[in-house]
């Protein structure tokens, strides 16, 4: 379907090129999507086509056509998944662990979104090709929830939720040492690593990334924390946590260190999800356990005994 928009440019957006202005408001869009728009020549000021990097005048008439969104390429697959909850306009998933979102560079099929496809053929249609209905993800080791879109309405509704950062996703995590704060902000921006361009890391230039956490538990050696995204930069938590020197045990990639509690993976589980419904407006909130193979973990990592307070030399 294609959606025609007209705005007008008012004083806080003077001066601000076209790409920017569009991108605060064609939400359920990526910028790069409507650098697309606008190079196909689907955007007008003042009725003359435009360049991304026109700087836009007060009181400017600004035209968007956006054309329908191409049939998504990915096949239906019958893979079972948990469904938490489900109505005509999204669905909300507990995402086991050891199952990629969407597909990507090698990765064709045996996805969530292909299974999602075959539980809801019509959401091909809905955000980008390749991962249509995904507003939001979870890394492919990270098990827990995930809200789905599965109406271009619900998606231009969820989308800016994330990007504003008023969808709320709460964590569990079992990180290496013992966190000595009972809570606590990590604040440090994410980019590529430097050598490694398969891996995140802290960079100075890279994008903002902010993680609160608080402490549940202290063990032994581990800890285990209950963590809030405020941003959602990949790997964020994980990245985080190896940075302040508290990887995410079992965590193949940030860890650097045995996985002696065998979990296998990451020990990262999406337990908290709260929203505003994109129909009725109203604020859901869903949670999830986590599954065997984090409880396990923990579990061993009790076992290791309570972690000694050291101002005292006794234990907690």
Known sequence: MTEHHIYYVDAAHEGARLDAFLTAHLRAHSRSRIKAFIDAGHVTVDG???????????????????????PSTVTPEE???PVVFEDEHLLVINKPPDLTVH???????????????????????????????????????TSGLLVVAKTPAAYASLQP??????????????????????????????????????????????RAAITRYR???????????????????????????????????????????????GVGRQALHAYRLRFVHPAIGKEMAFEAPPPPDFTAAVERARAQGPARDRRKGRHR
């Open 103 to 141: 597909p990507g560079a090698g990765r064709a099929s045996g996805t969530l979104v292909n299974a999602i496809l075959a539980r809801v053929p019509g959401l091909a249609g809905v955000g980008s090709r390749q991962r249509p209905g995904i507003v939001h993800r979870l890394d492919k080791d």
């Open 79 to 81: 893979i079972p998944f």
């Open 161 to 206: 939720q994330v990007a504003r950062r008023t969808m709320s996703r709460m964590y569990l995590a079992l990180v290496h040492g013992v966190l000595p704060r009972e809570e606590d902000t990590i604040d440090a921006p994410i980019g590529r690593h430097p050598r490694h361009r398969t891996r995140m890391a802290v960079a100075p230039r890279g």
């Open 215 to 261: 402490v549940l538990e202290r063990f032994a050696r581990y800890t285990l924390v209950e963590a809030q995204l405020i941003t959602g930069r990949t790997h964020q938590i994980r990245v985080h946590f190896a940075h302040i020197g508290h990887p995410v045990a079992g965590d193949p990639v940030y860890a650097g260190r045995p996985d002696e509690l």
């Open 48 to 70: 003359t086509v435009a360049k991304p990097a026109l700087r836009l005048r007060r009181g400017q008439r600004v035209e968007v056509v956006v054309p329908p969104s191409p």
